[in-house]
């Protein structure tokens, strides 16, 4: 037996009727979203995020979804991190939300811009200050010798701080992906899944149901 097959899980969720899946693309995620709010899944907002190289070698990892709305999603991050490197040669990028509970995930591909400047202070400005100083100290993806470096690191900064606001780092801010195209999966008996995808065709968002 495989080691796997004792965690099969039947599928079985509400059958998807395309007619009822909204118009545009934003309020159906807006639908899902609240509804996986409702069943309190953690995290709703944290997704797959992937990017590719100059090569197109491929690579992915999580982030926090911090707003949407018509004109993208925003997510913070590290702009020398590998993911800022990869996004600043190929703006192509992917996204992936996996709500087990629901049975459901939802895939946007699409293209990654930099928020404005004024729109990273002010999240960078929500942040707590700890975190803030992670940001201010973190290399992201860079190799560190030792735990205890960056430990110190952040201690330090920590010292330096006064009671004055602590300024967003060049290296540190949002990214908007842009949509242009959206695919709700939701499970259902037997593998046959739904699959509705949006694309844009002449600024129209068409629905259209792929094969599972
Ligand atoms: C639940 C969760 C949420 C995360 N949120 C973020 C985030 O919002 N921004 C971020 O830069 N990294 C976040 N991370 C860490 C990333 O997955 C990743 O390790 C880091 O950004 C470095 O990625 P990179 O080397 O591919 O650029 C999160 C990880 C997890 C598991």
Known sequence: M?????FRQEYSG????????????????RVWLDEAFAVNIKEPN???????DEHGRPSCRVVLLKEFNNNGFTFFTNYSSRKGREISINPHVSLLFFWFQQQRQIRIDGTAEKTREDESDRYFQSRPIRSQIAAIVSSQSSVIASRE??????EAQLDRCNSSEIKRPQHWGG??????????W?????RLHDRIRYRLDNEVWVKERLSP
């Open 2 to 6: 495989n080691e796997f097959s004792q």
């Open 14 to 29: 509400q059958p998807i009727d395309i007619q009822q899946m909204t118009a545009d693309p934003f309020t159906q995620f």
């Open 46 to 52: 944290a997704m797959t995020l992937a990017t590719a």
């Open 149 to 154: 470096i960056l430990d110190s690191a952040f």
């Open 175 to 184: 990214y908007r992906v842009i949509p242009e195209t959206f695919e709700f």
């Open 186 to 190: 939701q499970g259902q008996a037997d």
